[in-house]
């Protein structure tokens, strides 16, 4: 029986099938979906609380009870962003996205940010769940469900991005490489993804084909000495690291090197046909990571620095005092401080928020990473320069 009567009364006239307005295009909104066919309160949202519930508790099957796992949130979104009640924040304080327990919301359009969403989804059992927002969420939401097994609705793939994923799919699932250090290194790869870091004497360092793939584009590369036998570590970025490292590192040295962040990147890669062989190029979205090459003498003295500015029982003064360098790193954390006390009035809040950002301040010392500069301001340091009479001057014009 249709509502439109009801709706027309509600509304003042009848309703009418228009696209989306522009601002609503902008939230971009990830929420489970109840397949049809199933049961009332027996779809992913009243599942979900059971679902995360039993892969977090190991509670057992058919239990009862209601578990707060309705707004499980995995670890990893928990040290990706700065979460505050049910809002969501990037480190440098701009809003991610806004947990509303069974509606995930966010204005970006940012892949390991629509990737989180789909962590929360999965962990809260969502077996199914329904996109909107903007074109490039909806794909990324689509591709990142995809790969953990989620059924989605509000993206429909081309035949060329379903036909990539599932050879993307595949190539991730296949077979593991006979060869051991073949596969020893595609561990090491992922584990780069995630921030590893490598540690060895550094024996060279320069650019050439990506891998040693004559058909591959060219990339930088440093060689280490391991413990396990030498390493090989390639990204664009290593050369930037490499040449500004703040210890200096050269060959020879005792070396870690860490990838701290990732970012999204449009790259050429190879293009191949179904029987591997290469195509042509095309243009694809990737992430590259940005790296850290640092003397370990230097990151064993940073380790010092960065339990000192986590000493909560020591003041600012006390411990630039001690650690000069550690100014700006705790003008930052005042800066996060003010920001708090202005946005919210909740004094617990505040806290966490400022708990929050002196363990994401204390990390990024301790990996070594430059630390925040002193900001003065241009008056601050303008002199006034002295006037000079010249009298020929008025002459010359």
């Given at each position: 029986?249709?509502?439109?009567?009801?709706?027309q009364?509600?509304?003042?006239?009848?309703?009418?099938?228009?696209?989306?307005?522009?601002a609503?295009?902008?939230?971009?909104?990830?929420?489970?979906?109840?397949?049809r066919?199933?049961?009332?309160?027996?779809?992913?949202?009243?599942?979900?609380?059971?679902?995360?519930?039993?892969?977090a508790?190991?509670?057992?099957?058919g239990?009862?009870?209601?578990?707060?796992?309705?707004?499980?949130?995995?670890?990893?979104?928990?040290?990706?962003?700065?979460?505050?009640?049910g809002?969501?924040?990037?480190?440098?304080?701009s809003?991610?996205?806004?947990?509303?327990?069974?509606?995930?919301?966010?204005?970006?359009?940012?892949?390991?940010?629509?990737?989180?969403?789909v962590?929360?989804?999965?962990?809260?059992?969502?077996?199914?769940?329904?996109?909107?927002?903007?074109?490039?969420?909806?794909?990324?939401?689509?591709?990142?469900?995809?790969?953990?097994?989620?059924?989605?609705?509000?993206?429909?793939?081309?035949?060329?991005?379903?036909?990539?994923?599932?050879r993307?799919?595949?190539?991730?699932?296949?077979?593991?490489?006979?060869?051991?250090?073949?596969?020893?290194?595609?561990?090491?790869?992922?584990?780069?993804?995630?921030?590893?870091?490598?540690?060895?004497?550094?024996?060279?360092?320069?650019?050439?084909?990506?891998?040693?793939?004559p058909?591959?584009?060219?990339?930088?590369?440093?060689?280490?000495?391991?413990k396990?036998?030498?390493?090989?570590?390639?990204?664009?970025?290593?050369?930037?690291?490499?040449?500004?490292s703040?210890?200096?590192?050269?060959?020879?040295?005792?070396?870690?090197?860490?990838?701290?962040?990732?970012k999204?990147?449009?790259?050429?890669?190879?293009?191949?046909?179904?029987?591997?062989?290469?195509?042509?190029?095309?243009?694809?979205?990737?992430?590259?990571?940005?790296?850290?090459?640092?003397?370990?003498?230097?990151?064993?003295?940073?380790?010092?620095?960065?339990?000192?500015?986590?000493?909560e029982?020591?003041?600012?003064?006390?411990?630039v005092?001690?650690?000069p360098?550690?100014?700006?790193?705790?003008?930052?954390?005042?800066?996060?401080?003010?920001?708090?006390?202005?946005?919210?009035k909740?004094?617990?809040?505040?806290?966490?928020?400022?708990?929050?950002?002196?363990?994401?301040?204390?990390?990024?010392?301790e990996?070594?990473?430059?630390?925040d500069?002193?900001?003065?301001?241009?008056?601050?340091v303008?002199?006034?320069?002295p006037?000079?009479?010249?009298?020929?001057?008025?002459r010359?014009?």
């Open positions: 029986m249709s509502r439109e009567p009801e709706d009364k509600r509304s003042g006239k009848a309703r009418k099938r228009t696209p989306a307005a522009p609503a295009e902008t939230e971009n909104i990830l929420r489970p979906l109840k397949l066919g199933q049961a009332k309160g027996k779809g992913p949202e009243a599942e979900a609380s059971v679902s995360a519930t039993r892969t508790e190991n509670a057992t099957p239990s009862g009870s209601k578990s707060p796992q309705s707004r499980a949130i995995p670890d990893g979104v928990f040290e990706r962003f700065i979460g505050i009640g809002k969501y924040y990037f480190p440098d304080g809003p991610a996205f806004v947990d509303r327990g069974q509606k995930l919301t966010t204005r970006s359009e940012n892949v390991e940010l629509v990737r989180s969403l962590s929360i989804a999965q962990a809260r059992g969502w077996g199914a769940i329904a996109v909107s927002g903007t074109e490039r969420f909806r794909k990324e939401a689509w591709v990142a469900a995809q790969a953990v097994g989620l059924t989605v609705k509000g993206y429909t793939p081309t035949e060329l991005e379903q036909a990539q994923l599932v993307a799919l595949a190539k991730h699932r296949g077979p593991l490489p006979a060869d051991k250090s073949e596969a020893a290194r595609s561990a090491e790869d992922r584990q780069a993804q995630r921030g590893a870091a490598y540690t060895g004497k550094l024996l060279d360092h320069g650019y050439d084909t990506y891998r040693r793939d058909l591959e584009g060219s990339s930088y590369f440093v060689r280490l000495k391991t396990e036998g030498e390493r090989e570590v390639w990204g664009v970025d290593l050369e930037r690291a490499v040449k500004h703040l210890s200096g590192a050269k060959i020879g040295d005792e070396v870690t090197v860490r990838a701290v962040r990732r999204a990147v449009t790259v050429s890669a190879l293009e191949r046909d179904e029987e591997g062989e290469v195509i042509g190029r095309k243009r694809k979205d990737a992430h590259r990571n940005e790296w850290i090459v640092e003397r370990t003498d230097f990151l064993a003295e940073r380790q010092r620095v960065a339990s000192v500015f986590r000493d029982k020591l003041t600012p003064q006390a411990a005092k001690k650690h360098e550690l100014q700006g790193s705790y003008l930052k954390l005042q800066a996060v401080r003010l920001g708090a006390e202005r946005d919210f909740d004094p617990k809040t505040r806290q966490q928020l400022l708990d929050r950002a002196r363990v994401l301040i204390a990390e990024s010392i990996r070594g990473e430059p630390l500069p002193v900001a003065l301001r241009e008056n601050a303008r002199r006034p320069q006037r000079v009479h010249q009298p020929d001057a008025q010359a014009r």
